[in-house]
């Protein structure tokens, strides 16, 4: 059991406080950050919607522009073909080219079907286009200002974290080297609780009883006394005077 004074006992309970204190603010902190990564990764998702039905636009403007240019052509041979029809001479002729002529105009019917179908889709397309445009602005806007909220409240944290690590530099210089090296090991035994409080008899970090002999001595608060059962190291405030 090795001597070790009241203002010791003191610093180690602060010291405890300080990690305790930047263990939960390092974890508050950390899960900022993943709400941030999630919000991001939602507005993402998002866009890459939008990106694809933009995509999906430009194809079904293409379709309708190729099915006016087929349509352009087919118009320029009924034009041929008619011009032709009006030179021919025999009758053999003018019926070739006038089958032509039919034929074309046939083909143009099935090509302004087909245009009228690509003109839907593609102002469907555009429609739908524009609603997910607006959506996504929407969320833009409404993320953006979630993540700035967040990232206000952090600062706070982020504020009393630097508190807290500056505290544990200073009450680490200010202990013996040894009683530190005590607490960093006692400290990973336990998760990084390495001081506890002793209520009533019992140990708070495991809930054991410690023996009224020892109960007194960490009373006295003069040496470096360890719970029995989980080697805390043990200090005793009256509760009710906190
Ligand atoms: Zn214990």
Do not use: W
Request: aromatic share 4%; proline share 1%.
């Amino acid at each position: 059991m090795n001597d070790i004074s009241k203002q010791d006992i003191g610093a180690l309970i602060k010291l405890q406080e300080a990690e305790t204190q930047i263990v939960r603010l390092r974890a508050v902190l950390k899960k900022v950050e993943k709400q941030k990564g999630e919000l991001s990764a939602k507005l993402k998702l998002f866009g890459n919607a939008l990106e694809e039905k933009k995509e999906n636009l430009s194809t079904a403007i293409t379709n309708c522009k190729d099915s006016e240019k087929e349509i352009q052509v087919v118009d320029d041979r009924i034009i041929k073909s008619n011009e032709t029809l009006r030179m021919v001479k025999t009758n053999k002729e003018y019926q070739i080219f006038l089958r032509e002529v039919d034929d074309n105009k046939k083909r143009k019917d099935v090509f302004e079907t087909e245009l009228l179908e690509y003109l839907d889709v593609k102002e469907e397309i555009e429609e739908s286009v524009q609603e997910s445009e607006k959506e996504y602005n929407l969320l833009k806007d409404q993320i953006e200002a979630e993540q700035k909220n967040i990232e206000k409240k952090s600062t706070d944290d982020r504020e009393i974290l630097e508190e807290y690590l500056t505290q544990q530099n200073e009450i680490g210089k200010s202990l013996d080297s040894s009683l530190m090296k005590q607490f960093a090991k006692i400290s990973k035994m336990n998760q990084g609780l390495a001081v506890i409080n002793v209520k009533n008899e019992i140990c708070m970090g495991c809930f054991m009883n410690i023996p009224p002999q020892l109960y007194i001595e960490v009373q006295r608060e003069n040496s470096l006394i360890l719970c029995p059962q989980c080697s805390r190291i043990l200090y005793h405030i009256n509760v009710e005077s906190v």
